[in-house]
């Protein structure tokens, strides 16, 4: 294991957007095929091959978004409502655990993990009754979780400074770093499963493909 983290650049492969209707992105996720962002009051879904729009649901969505392999899973204010992406109806909903500062979501081990923004913490929670199982703490707010190999990594944006880092699951300590250009946010986060994690560009309404390093 790494002791001291390591800083590079982003390596920025392919930007997408905006969409119509999707001029803020708040959460990012991938459903193997399309990627899927939370705009307010809607979801949409991308072609990440061709960059069409291809699906757009009408749903609440202030913060994360997520995918079980399949069901998307969205923050809405101080909930989380679990959706069938063929139709956008809400199926259950189970209590946010930062009760309305929550910021990204991701499903790994059977588990949703869910960003609580300003405390800087990752919560591990129970997608049956929202029941917090761990929490991981983090020293830069939290704006979009996600799992990959094994990888936790997670999104932050203070000011004008954004980055996506890879943090020990066990005590939060950073060990890689990439830094976004200046002025570019990270509002949402997932992995294609492979090497590329989609980061959502907040009000910008687009979405970045940035590669992920290999060891």
Same mark, same amino acid.
């Given at each position: ?77 101080? /909930? !989380?409502?679990? +959706? &069938? #992406?063929?139709? $956008?109806? =809400?199926?259950? *909903? %189970? ?25 800087? /913490? !990752?919560?591990? +929670? &129970? #997608?049956?009754? $929202?029941? =917090?199982?761990? *929490? %991981? ?26 980055? !996506?880092?890879? +943090? &020990? #699951?066990?005590? $939060?300590? =950073? ?41």
């Amino acid at each position: 294991m790494k002791n001291v983290s390591e800083s590079r650049p982003a390596e920025i492969v392919r930007e997408y957007g905006p969409f119509p209707g999707g001029e803020k992105v708040n959460g990012v996720t991938h459903d193997g095929e399309r990627v899927w962002f939370s705009a307010g009051e809607r979801l949409i879904a991308f072609d990440p091959n061709s960059g069409a729009a291809t699906r757009s649901l009408a749903c609440a969505g202030h913060a994360g978004t997520a995918f079980d392999g399949r069901h998307l899973w969205q923050i809405a204010e101080a /909930r !989380i409502d679990k +959706i &069938d #992406p063929d139709n $956008g109806k =809400v199926l259950a *909903t %189970i209590p946010a655990p930062g009760k309305g500062g929550d910021s990204g979501l991701a499903w790994a081990e059977g588990s949703l993990w869910v960003g609580e923004y300003r405390a800087r /913490r !990752i919560h591990q +929670i &129970d #997608p049956a009754d $929202g029941r =917090v199982i761990r *929490t %991981i703490e983090t020293n830069r707010f939290v704006t979009g979780v996600t799992w990959v190999d094994g990888q936790l990594w997670h999104g932050t944006w203070e000011g004008d400074e954004s980055e !996506i880092r890879r +943090i &020990d #699951p066990k005590n $939060g300590a =950073v060990l890689e770093q990439l830094q976004m250009p200046a002025g570019t946010g990270v509002s949402g986060l997932e992995s294609d499963g492979a090497d590329l994690l989609y980061a959502g560009g907040g009000s910008s309404g687009k979405v970045r493909a940035v590669r992920r390093p290999r060891a």
